[in-house]
């Protein structure tokens, strides 16, 4: 158990929805990052957030966003959700944002759009 | 070109051989970069990273190696087992919007250990 919480673990909606993907990073965390895994495409870096502000962004599409809350916890909101956003999304926690600290990994959210 | 490039994407190799997965990188300001393994409909977890300061690190059969100045490093596993079937992904910390810096990691190795 990595101690980081992802919830739900699978997700299955229609075309045109909205869903929330949420992420409880470990104790004592205060950086959380977002990655999409589509089949044979790896783990590609959406978004960071560090003690609550965005840090980074990377290829998030507009119809995607994110928040982390006062409590670290975060939210990746997907609307207007297409079969191509059918997806396993990881959220990973650190104890900071410099080189250097391991990044531990929940187990993940499975999205299907159908 | 991506900022981190993986190569094999696929290797299959017999019980007691030996593998090694290549990984270059971009960003010359990284200085860290951990190895994940993901096992089959699980999360990435880390198996050994190393730093710029080093050169090479081992932990039992598994060792990496790293080459700064020619910004490519190496995971090798010897004396495979079949429960080392899985896929590896490298990464290297990349310089991110805010300055930042994202674990950013390759394609993924699928690794496959023929008993």
């Known amino acids: 158990d990595s101690g980081v919480t992802q919830t739900p673990k699978h997700l299955i909606t229609a075309t045109g929805q909205r869903v929330t993907l949420r992420c409880s990073p470990r104790?004592?965390?205060?950086?959380v990052y977002w990655y999409q895994q589509s089949l044979d495409q790896g783990l590609q870096f959406l978004i960071q957030?560090?003690?609550?502000?965005?840090?980074a962004k990377g290829n998030i599409l507009e119809r995607f966003s994110a928040q982390q809350f006062p409590d670290l916890h975060s939210e990746l909101n997907l609307s207007s959700l297409e079969l191509g956003d059918s997806a396993l999304y990881f959220c990973?926690?650190?104890?900071?944002?410099?080189?250097?600290?391991?990044?531990?990994f929940g187990q993940g959210t499975r999205l299907t759009v159908v | 070109g991506e900022n981190v490039e993986q190569h094999p994407s696929t290797l299959s190799v017999q019980e007691g051989d030996s593998a090694v997965i290549k990984c270059t990188y971009s960003?010359?300001?990284?200085?860290?970069f951990p190895w994940y393994k993901q096992e089959l409909g699980k999360r990435p977890q880390l198996i050994i990273d190393?730093?710029?300061?080093?050169g090479e690190k081992k932990d039992q059969r598994i060792a990496v190696t790293l080459n700064k100045t020619a910004k490519h490093f190496s995971l090798h596993i010897t004396e495979t087992q079949p429960e080392d079937s899985a896929v590896y992904f490298c990464?290297?910390?990349?310089?991110?919007?805010?300055?930042?810096?994202?674990?950013?990691f390759g394609r993924g190795t699928s690794l496959i250990v023929h008993p």
């Open positions: 104790s004592g965390d205060l950086s």
């Open positions: 190393i730093r710029s300061n080093v």
């Open positions: 990973a926690s650190s104890v900071g944002a410099l080189q250097g600290t391991e990044a531990f």
């Open positions: 957030y560090y003690n609550g502000e965005e840090r």
């Open positions: 960003d010359s300001a990284s200085n860290y």
């Open positions: 990464a290297a910390s990349i310089t991110g919007t805010g300055g930042s810096y994202i674990p950013t």
